[in-house]
């Protein structure tokens, strides 16, 4: 076991409680204690989240937006037509935003891989609005954190089914943090086309690869090998953050994708090869989507076994057929030559 690798949860993840028969539902978080309680007991570091503070929520969010979760507290407030708050939720979502920026100060310091497995999730939480589950965006508090701290360049990849349109949009004309995601498209939330590449400074820094309905692991590890790869060596980021949904999982009842547990092991393990190669080895895995009980905890335990393994890490590319990764790169590529010349 690699004893630097950090595990960041905490049970408080199951005090965010949506109506009945919500796909966001608190046995997500008793799942993830199950896994950290596992890693814990096997030598595993674990430790419990802080809550992010309103300076680094409001690096992201409106302070308007801010308040107005803030002022959910004590209350059930539908905040969208699928994102619940309950009377806890918004000190929960402010704990899992904490947890993110624990993992990035942690891979800062110690140059290694901490997971913060946590709920409710984010990527789709926008500067000023709740969306898609998520009511904090985790993974963008922590980056703009990392900046803050005076980091040049971080890199954001998200294999979420979806589409982080939160993660997006916040830093669309940044080209301090490039953003890369593969997802289900035409999908929830309709956002993520091949030409959606950021603005003005930040033009090129977004980089979209959407996939059809029914893509395999072979279609994602294709579009790993041939763009996500080759673009986050060329960005050279100090530090690497995963947005880790496992609702492309074909056990999945959201999303329609086909990938397997060891196909997400395949992609973690090339993101965790360039982190090594680019940033010192810094890796932050924050959890995302997920909402098969057994293929989240399937996926949680190969995180922390990829996460865990002796670099450097090889990996032959994934056999079968790639039609989906094939026509994904029929776009993607064109959208994107001028900005990533390797490609």
């Not at 814990?40 to 801010?66: D, F, I, M, N, Q």
């Not at 497995?117 to 985790?138: D, Q, S, T």
């Not at 820094?205 to 692991?217: K, M």
């Not at 880790?244 to 993101?271: C, E, I, K, Y």
Request: hydrophobic share 40%; net charge negative; aromatic share 6%.
């Amino acid at each position: 076991m690699n004893n630097d690798v950090l595990v960041i949860c905490s049970d408080r993840f199951e005090q965010h409680i949506a109506p009945a028969g919500h796909p966001e539902r608190p046995e997500r978080a008793s799942v993830m204690a199950r896994v950290a309680d596992r890693w814990s007991a096997s030598g595993g570091r674990l430790t419990e989240p802080s809550p992010a503070s309103t300076e680094a929520l409001c690096r992201v969010h409106s302070a308007a937006y801010v308040e107005a979760l803030m002022a959910t507290v004590g209350q059930n407030v539908r905040l969208d037509p699928d994102t619940y708050a309950s009377p806890d939720s918004e000190s929960v979502a402010r704990l899992a935003a904490g947890a993110a920026v624990a993992a990035v100060d942690h891979v800062l310091e110690n140059n290694s891989v901490a997971c913060a497995f946590v709920r409710p999730p984010g990527h789709h939480a926008e500067a000023k609005r709740a969306m898609g589950f998520c009511l904090y965006n985790n993974v963008a508090v922590a980056a703009a954190d990392a900046l803050d701290r005076g980091l040049d360049r971080v890199a954001i990849v998200d294999y979420d089914v979806h589409h982080g349109n939160g993660t997006q949009w916040i830093f669309y004309d940044d080209p301090r943090v490039l953003y890369v995601s593969t997802h289900q498209y035409p999908f929830y939330p309709g956002t993520g086309s091949a030409e959606e590449v950021g603005m003005g400074k930040g033009r090129g820094f977004t980089v979209n690869i959407p996939l059809e309905a029914g893509a395999t692991d072979a279609d994602l590890d294709l579009v790993f090998r041939r763009a996500v790869v080759p673009i986050l060596t060329a960005f050279d980021a100090d530090v690497v953050l995963l947005s880790a949904g496992f609702d492309a999982h074909f056990n999945d009842p959201l999303g329609g994708m086909r990938v397997s547990t060891s196909g997400f092991g395949t992609l973690t393990r090339r993101l965790r090869e360039v982190a090594r190669q680019c940033s010192r080895g810094r890796m932050a895995i924050v959890t995302e989507g997920g909402y098969d009980l057994q293929a989240l905890e399937e996926c949680l335990e190969m995180t922390l076994s990829v996460s865990s393994e002796d670099t450097p890490l090889t990996e032959a590319a994934i056999a079968g057929d790639t039609p989906a990764g094939d026509a994904s790169l029929s776009v993607v590529i064109p959208a994107l030559r001028s900005f990533w010349p390797t490609l």
